[in-house]
Every structure is written in structure tokens, then in C-alpha cells.
């Protein structure tokens, strides 16, 4: 009853809000957008409404219907999971890796919006990981451009746009003939078929002449490509299937999700924004000053997750230089915690600053960032509600290089509670 009343308090009759929207930091999103956008605005990127005057919204229709495709193996609360971010998580190819400390795709959609920004403007993710922000922007008619110094998140984040285009006949194919290329790329993961470097998309130098030219077209061959990253990581996770099983489950859902992705970009007729997925370091961005109308991104969890040890199947069978990498993620340097918290905050005010030399004036700046204050009260030897959380840090950094706070909006994490508490969602502006 309470919440039906503060729904109503909050939103005119004519907006709709999706079903399970349960947390505060939703509300509080869709209110900022309901008063930022027009009604036609709300049912073409709004992120938290069902219908507006009882015309569907176009994040509903893409989420709604046609499944989920997850595959047979799926552990039972896992699929629950699903079933309950339908909304928030399970659409277009945001579900395609399961990677972890992705974004929430709807509230990415929802702070775009907050963000004041439009079809035709262009976003960067300097540390985009999966690529949420690229995929979710490119949903809305915003550009985007992302950056990660992993060569797989680069990978991945490229495979998530390929998704948007790629021919499904080949991937259909691949379905049936997932056996002969489960072996194939069984050779690729023991070293015996090299994949060239990052130029080539990672594609074998030479075509095996039993295969279908089709599935080395770029687009497809990185969704496929993924599809066994996946299943390898999908091994290590479960082992209740076979790893070809697996991977034909998997291969199935790639070409479900797709298929839904591309139908329902063409009935609803979106204008996708253009996309670039590159790998690179975010303390020195290949981008112009001023040339930015956003800037949306969460720094890495370092103390929680260890990117390079998580990642490392993936990484290795893409050639990536483990050692070299740990040396350039932000957080990992150093050998004690005081040494990595030190060398954190360093290379957080060199990405900061990055952001704010290519943000356009007046625009805005937003950090998705948990607390940490538990490993920072162990870290300091204090009660963790003592302890600056790391979103003080972020304010305090991002005032220093020229961006003002604005606001935050809180969010309790589920999962990661023990070590995150809560997470921000902190918005600057530029000066
Ligand atoms: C919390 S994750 C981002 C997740 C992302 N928001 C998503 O939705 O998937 C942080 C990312 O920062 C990346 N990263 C760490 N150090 C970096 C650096 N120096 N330059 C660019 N990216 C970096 C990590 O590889 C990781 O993918």
C-alpha cells in the first residue's frame, strides 16, 4: 500500500513503471528522468518505464518476450536470476559473458539519461570492461567510445556490438555443426592453431579448408570465438555437462539472443549509435580534448577482484601477456594492500584527469564506484563506517582536476556485500 502511494506521489497517472522495481536508487533514476524527458523521449531510451499513456516503451518491448536462452545446464537459482532482471539485465547481448562486476545495463540507461544525453551525442567508457555502456548507448542512438587495457574486455566489448549486426545464417549453422568446431577451437585453446593478433580480430591466420568461409567473416567469427571463451569459463564453473554440450548450449542462446536483438531492432525501428571498442590504457586517452559530451564508467573493483587471475583462461588462449597486464590495471600494483591502495589512488587521478581534459564543458561525469569500506577499515585499522569509502576519494580526486560534484544516488550491493557495502552512482559536471 505505502509503495503504491509513494508511486503515485512520484509519477504522473500516465507513466507506467516496470514490474520488480524494488530499490530506491530505480525510483529515485526514473523520477530524474520522468522530469528531464518528454513522453516521446520516455518511450524511446527511457530505461524504468513499462508504457507511457499506454503506449509500450522500447525498453520493454526489447525485454520483453521470447525467452531467455539460457542454456540446458543453467543452475536453478541462476535462472531465477534471470527471471528477475528481465528488465534490468536480460536483453540484446549484454547476457552473452557472464562477466563479472558488469554494470547493470538498465541503470547504465537510466544515468544516460541523467545525464542530459541525446541521440547523436557521444559517450566514453574509459574503462568499459564488457562494454555495457557501449552496448546500452548504441540501444539509445548515442554514440559511444570505450577503452579497456584487457584485451579480452576489449574482445568481448567488440563481440557484444558485432551482436548488432552479425549474419545469423552462420551462427544457425554453427549450432548444428558445433561438434567439428568445438574441436577446432579445442586447438586454438592448446596452442596448436595460433590466433594472429588484435588487428586480425583474433582470427586463426590460416583457414582450416574443412570450414565454412562464413564463420571467418569478423563478426561472426568473434561471437563465435566468445561462445568458446564462454563455454571455458562455463566449465570451470559447472561441471555437470560436457564442455561440448556446454558449448553447443551456449552457441544456441548466442544465436537466440541475437536473433531477438536484430527483430526487435528492426520492428521498433532504432537508430543504433555508432560504436568503438579499443583496448588501451585509460590513464592516457588517444582522444582530443573537449570532445566528449559524457563520461560513464565504474573503476575496478582491484581489492574485491583480481582481473587478470579471473580472466586468465580467456586471456591466455587470446595470447595476452598476464604479466604485462597486471602492471597496467589500476589496483593490482604494488604487494601489500597500503601499497595497492597508494598506487589506486595515483592512477585513478591520471584516469580522472583524462576524463575531465576530454569532457566538454558544463557536461557530465558519472562513477559507478562501491564503498570498499571494509577492506578499507581493515586496511586502516578503523570501524569501516570511519573510513573515507572510496566514493570520498572519487569527489575528492575529481574536484581536484576540474569536476564538481553534483550528486550521488546510493545503491546496496547484493552479492558483494561483505566487502563493498554499498555502491554510488556519483555525477559530476565539468567546470
Ligand atoms: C568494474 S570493471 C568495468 C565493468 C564495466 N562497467 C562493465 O559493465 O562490464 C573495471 C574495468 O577496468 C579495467 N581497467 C583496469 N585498469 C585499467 C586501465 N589502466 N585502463 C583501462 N581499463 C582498465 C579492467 O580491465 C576492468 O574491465
Not at 586496511?379 to 581536484?400: H, N, S, T, Y
Amino acid at each position: 500500500m505505502i509503495e503504491n502511494d509513494i508511486r503515485q506521489r512520484l509519477f504522473h497517472g500516465h507513466l507506467e513503471l516496470l514490474p520488480q522495481m524494488n530499490e530506491i536508487y530505480e525510483l529515485e533514476l526514473a523520477f530524474v528522468e520522468s522530469q528531464l524527458l518528454d513522453n516521446q523521449e520516455l518511450v524511446d531510451r527511457g530505461a524504468y518505464f513499462a508504457a507511457v499513456s499506454d503506449v509500450p516503451t522500447n525498453h520493454f518491448r526489447l525485454c520483453a518476450g521470447g525467452g531467455l536462452h539460457l542454456p540446458d545446464g543453467t543452475a536453478r537459482k541462476r535462472r531465477q536470476f534471470f527471471v528477475r532482471n528481465q528488465f534490468r539485465t536480460g536483453y540484446a547481448t549484454h547476457g552473452l559473458f557472464p562477466y563479472r562486476g558488469k554494470f547493470h545495463p538498465q541503470m547504465v540507461k537510466g544515468i544516460l539519461n541523467v545525464m542530459g544525453l541525446r541521440p547523436g551525442d557521444t559517450v566514453l567508457d574509459p574503462m568499459m570492461g564488457s562494454g555495457t555502456t557501449l552496448v546500452e548507448a548504441a540501444l539509445m542512438g548515442i554514440d559511444s567510445v570505450g577503452f579497456d587495457v584487457s584485451p579480452f574486455c576489449q574482445f568481448m566489448a567488440a563481440a557484444k556490438l558485432d551482436g548488432f549486426e552479425v549474419s545469423l545464417d552462420p551462427l544457425d549453422k554453427a549450432v548444428r555443426e558445433s561438434e567439428s568446431l568445438f574441436r577446432f577451437f579445442g586447438g586454438i585453446e592448446t596452442g596448436k592453431v595460433p590466433l594472429s593478433g588484435a588487428a586480425e580480430r583474433y582470427c586463426p591466420v590460416q583457414q582450416p579448408s574443412a570450414f565454412s568461409a562464413e564463420w571467418f567473416e569478423p563478426k561472426v567469427w568473434s561471437l563465435l570465438l566468445l561462445a568458446f571463451l564462454d563455454s571455458v569459463g562455463f566449465a570451470e564453473r559447472s561441471s555437470r555437462q560436457a564442455p561440448n554440450i556446454q558449448f553447443r548450449g551456449i552457441l544456441e542462446r548466442y544465436a537466440a539472443v541475437t536473433r531477438k536483438l536484430q527483430q526487435g531492432r528492426a520492428a521498433l525501428e532504432l537508430p543504433v549509435g555508432h560504436a568503438k571498442a579499443e583496448q588501451c590504457d585509460a590513464r592516457s586517452l588517444p582522444l582530443p580534448s573537449s570532445s566528449i559530451d559524457g563520461v560513464l564508467f565504474s573503476p575496478p573493483y582491484s581489492f574485491a577482484v583480481d582481473y587478470v587471475e579471473n580472466d586468465a583462461p580467456h586471456l591466455r588462449v587470446l595470447g595476452a601477456n598476464l604479466g604485462d597486464l597486471r602492471e597496467s590495471i589500476v589496483g593490482l600494483r604494488g604487494r601489500t594492500l597500503r601499497q595497492k591502495f597508494d598506487t589506486y589512488v595515483e592512477d585513478m587521478e591520471l584516469v580522472l584527469k583524462e576524463c575531465a581534459r576530454v569532457l566538454r564543458s558544463q557536461r557530465c561525469c558519472a562513477i559507478v564506484i562501491g564503498t570498499n569500506s571494509n577492506q578499507l577499515g581493515k586496511l586502516f585499522g578503523k570501524d569501516p563506517d570511519q573510513v573515507d569509502g572510496l566514493d570520498k576519494v572519487m569527489i575528492r580526486l575529481a574536484e581536484v582536476v576540474g569536476m564538481n560534484f553534483v550528486r550521488r544516488f546510493e545503491r546496496r550491493i547484493v552479492g558483494l556485500a561483505n566487502t563493498m557495502r554499498d555502491e554510488d552512482i556519483l555525477l559530476f559536471r565539468k567546470q
